[in-house]
C-alpha cells in the first residue's frame, strides 16, 4: 500500500449533493494538504490541517483529522459542476515534501 | 503575484533524445520542488532546492536525470537520454521557506516519450 491513499478511487454524484473523500496515510505527519487538478492543469492547493488540528473549514470544504487512525477526509458540500475534478491528499512530515495519495476522481453530473 | 510557470507545457520526443524543462518559481520563493506523474500512479516527489542548493534529491529516479538552479531563480530538469517509462506530467511547486503553508504548483509539463 502507498502513503497516502484515497478512498474512493472514483466517485460521481448529482450536483448539489455533498461529496466525501478520504484518505488514509502510515508515518507521522506535521501537516495533510489537500489539492484540485482540474483535467489538463496543474495542482491547486486547496486546505492545509496541521498534525494538532481536528477540523478545518474553508468555505464549503471541511477537512478533518484523525492522528490515531492516520486518516483524513475532505467534505464537499452542495456540489458543483466546477468541482469536477482530481483530488489528492499529501502529507509533510519532518522533511519539506510531500507524499502523495492516488487520488479521488470527483465527477458532478448536472 | 504570478505564479509558478512551466514550460513547455507539452513535449514529445523520441526515445533517446533530450529533453529539458523549465520551471519559473514565485518570485522570493527560495524553495523550489520537482514532482512527476506517471502512467497515472502517485504524484511522487523528485528533489528539492532550497535557493540553488539540492537540499533532497532522493526521488530522482536515476543518473539520466540532472536537475540544476542556477543563482537560485528558475530550474531545469533535463532528460538524457530520454526513456518511454519516463512519460508523464512533470509538475514544479514553489513555497516561502517554513514548513506548513502550502505549495503553488505549476501546471504541468506532459511529457511523451515515443
Known amino acids: 500500500s502507498q502513503q497516502g491513499e484515497e478512498d474512493p478511487q472514483a466517485l460521481s454524484i448529482q450536483e448539489g449533493e455533498n461529496a466525501t473523500m478520504n484518505c488514509s496515510y502510515k508515518t507521522s505527519i506535521n501537516n495533510l494538504q489537500w489539492y484540485r487538478q482540474n483535467s489538463g492543469r496543474g495542482l491547486v492547493h486547496l486546505i492545509l490541517?496541521?498534525?494538532?488540528?481536528r477540523e478545518k473549514h474553508s468555505g464549503r470544504l471541511r477537512v478533518t483529522l484523525d492522528t490515531s487512525k492516520k486518516s483524513s477526509s475532505l467534505l464537499i458540500t452542495a456540489s458543483r459542476a466546477a468541482d469536477t475534478a482530481s483530488y489528492f491528499c499529501?502529507?509533510?512530515?519532518?522533511?519539506?515534501?510531500?507524499?502523495f495519495g492516488q487520488g479521488t476522481r470527483l465527477t458532478i453530473n448536472p | 503575484e504570478a505564479g509558478v510557470t512551466q514550460f513547455p507545457s507539452h513535449s514529445v520526443i523520441e526515445k533517446g533524445q533530450t529533453v529539458t524543462l523549465r520551471c519559473d518559481p514565485i518570485?522570493?520563493?527560495?524553495?523550489l520542488y520537482w514532482y512527476r506523474r506517471v502512467m497515472g500512479k502517485e504524484i511522487k516527489f523528485l528533489l528539492h532546492f532550497v535557493k540553488e542548493s539540492k537540499q533532497d534529491e532522493s526521488g530522482m529516479p536515476n543518473n539520466r536525470f540532472l536537475a540544476e538552479r542556477t543563482g537560485g531563480t528558475y530550474s531545469t530538469l533535463k532528460v538524457q537520454p530520454a526513456e518511454l517509462e519516463d512519460s508523464g506530467v512533470y509538475f514544479c511547486?514553489?513555497?516561502?521557506?517554513?514548513?506548513?503553508?502550502?505549495?503553488?504548483f505549476g501546471s504541468g509539463t506532459r511529457l511523451t516519450v515515443v
Open positions: 499529501a502529507t509533510e512530515g519532518g522533511a519539506q515534501k510531500l507524499v
Open positions: 511547486a514553489s513555497s516561502q521557506d517554513r514548513v506548513g503553508v502550502g505549495y503553488t
Open positions: 518570485s522570493g520563493h527560495d524553495n
Open positions: 490541517i496541521r498534525s494538532n488540528e
